[in-house]
Nanobody
Framework: QVQLVESGGGSVQPGGSLRLSCAAS????????MAWYRQAPGKQRELVAS???????NYIDSVKGRFTISRDNAKNTVYLQMNSLKPEDTAVYYC???????????WGQGTLVTVSS
C-alpha cells in the first residue's frame, strides 16, 4: 500500500523559510519522478516543483529562485526548501508522482503553509 506523508508546514511571516518533507512508502521510490503540489483556498491544486530520478528539477515560474526541491533516495523522502515566502504561497502542500495532468497515487493529508504578517 502506497503512503505519502507530508510534514514541515507551519505559519511564517513574509520573507520567512520552511522546509517540507514527504516520506514515501510502498513504492520503488528511486525510479519515480517526484513532485510537490499545492492547493490554495478556493483554487485548484497545482504542481509546484518536480525532480526526476536523475535529480533534474523543474519549477513553476512563481517559485523559481525561491523554492528548491531535492530528494534522498536512501530515505525515500522528497524535500521542498521554501525561502522568501510570500502570502500567495499560502496553501496545503502535497507530494505525489506526476502522471500526465494527474497524480499517480492517492493523496496524503498534506501539510499547511500559512504566510501572513
Amino acid at each position: 500500500q502506497v503512503q505519502l506523508v507530508e510534514s514541515g508546514g507551519g505559519s511564517v511571516q513574509p520573507g520567512g523559510s520552511l522546509r517540507l518533507s514527504c516520506a514515501a512508502s510502498g513504492i520503488i521510490f528511486s525510479i519515480h519522478t517526484m513532485a510537490w503540489y499545492r492547493q490554495a483556498p478556493g483554487k485548484q491544486r497545482e504542481l509546484v516543483a518536480s525532480i526526476i530520478s536523475g535529480d533534474r528539477t523543474n519549477y513553476i515560474d512563481s517559485v523559481k529562485g525561491r523554492f528548491t526541491i531535492s530528494r534522498d533516495n536512501a530515505k525515500n523522502t522528497v524535500y521542498l526548501q521554501m525561502n522568501s515566502l510570500k502570502p500567495e504561497d499560502t496553501a496545503v502542500y502535497y507530494c505525489n508522482v506526476p502522471s500526465g495532468v494527474r497524480a499517480l497515487f492517492t493523496w496524503g493529508q498534506g501539510t499547511l503553509v500559512t504566510v501572513s504578517s
